[in-house]
């Protein structure tokens, strides 16, 4: 049975500042805290699934478990479909160690450069699974998703990881020309979000 979440903090298991961020500012209308996992010292776990879905789940109920508070835990990332839907779930991955997001767009700009794709106006969609986990294990999960095309070299100052070479649909400007809080509503994390009211408080 679907089930709603009744404390007022939430553990955002993640270790991505950015993404904690932007997920607190989605909690926050709701009355809700958000914790990051790393300032609660959890461990990141492998992301071992194949699917988005599969790797918010197993960050979740980790978290859950580990913290013995209900856990929200995100997996996302830009899929493009000429790449065969590379770098998808690999994209953090993609970054290297150094988590340095210029040489991932570098990359996506080579590798359809090499299949003979013209770069600038490739397809592409940022996907969000997001799971909520309770420590005994229970879980509620839903995916958003917002399309776009892909535009070298990168542009803009805001957001992170691959925000600079994405064009939402509808839209001139990349994610990372947009200010926080024009990129947010538009964003894959917002649509996923809408669906996650269901198991989070009514608005206050
Ligand atoms: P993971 O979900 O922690 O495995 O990482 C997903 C990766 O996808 C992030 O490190 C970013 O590179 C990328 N990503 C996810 N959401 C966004 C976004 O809103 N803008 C730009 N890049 C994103």
Not at 84 to 108: E, H, L, N, Q, T
Request: charge should be negative; glycine fraction near 10%; include cysteine.
């Amino acid at each position: 049975m679907a089930r709603r979440l009744s404390a007022a903090r939430l553990i955002v298991a993640s270790h991505n500042a950015g993404k904690v961020r932007e997920i607190a500012a989605l909690l926050d209308p709701l009355g809700i805290e958000a914790m990051g996992a790393a300032a609660l010292g959890l461990a990141e776990p492998e992301e071992t699934g194949e699917t988005f879905i599969a790797n918010a789940v197993l960050k979740a109920r980790a978290a859950a478990e580990a913290s013995g508070e209900p856990a929200l835990a995100d997996d996302s990332g830009l899929v493009v479909p000429a790449l065969d839907g590379a770098p998808g779930i690999y994209s953090a991955r993609w970054a290297g160690p150094g988590k340095d997001f210029c040489v991932a767009m570098d990359r996506i700009e080579a590798e359809l450069a090499a299949r003979g794709v013209e770069t600038v106006g490739a397809a592409a969609y940022f996907v969000c699974a997001l799971s909520l986990a309770w420590p005994d294990g229970h879980c509620e999960t839903v995916e958003g998703r917002v399309d776009g095309t892909l535009t070298f070299p990168p542009r803009g100052p805001h957001g992170f990881g691959y925000d600079p070479i994405f064009v939402p649909d509808g839209h001139r400007r990349t994610l990372g020309e947009m200010p926080p809080e024009e990129k947010q509503p538009l964003t894959h994390r917002a649509r996923a979000f809408e669906q996650l009211a269901a198991f989070l408080p009514p608005r206050p």
